[in-house]
Nanobody, 125 residues
């Protein structure tokens, strides 16, 4: 039905920036909100950001507000997460996911049905 592939992760120094991409295939993203989640070793997966189907509404977890920006280009079937002022606390595997038949956002893992494989983000000196 749909496949999601994340890219753009890597190793950056504290204070650095990184842009993650989530590319879809098989179906368009026109009718679905897309969320970004992350999971650090030994921690539960947490919601980071979400963008509505048309891109008009966005949400961010408090810890990344002012530093991360989510955007989407439905024509390219791609969602982006621009991450600035990165800290070691941002180190995690980052996943993008598609909402279950919904165009609006949710911060819950259970509200999403298709997930990418994840991309590693490491912030270290």
């Amino acid at each position: 039905q749909v496949q999601l592939v994340e890219s753009g992760g890597g190793l950056v120094q504290p204070g650095g920036s990184l842009r993650l991409s989530c590319a879809a295939s098989g179906s368009t993203l026109d009718y679905y909100a897309i969320g970004w989640f992350r999971q650090a070793p030994g921690k539960e997966r947490e919601g980071v950001s979400c963008i509505s189907s048309g891109g008009g509404t966005t949400y961010y977890v408090d810890s990344v507000k002012g530093r991360f920006t989510i955007s989407r280009d439905n024509a390219k079937k791609t969602v982006y997460l621009q991450m600035n002022s990165l800290t070691p606390e941002d180190t995690a595997v980052y996943f993008c996911a598609r909402r279950k038949m919904k165009y609006y956002c949710s911060g819950y893992v259970s509200a999403y049905d298709y997930w990418g494989q994840g991309t590693q983000v490491t912030v270290s000196s």
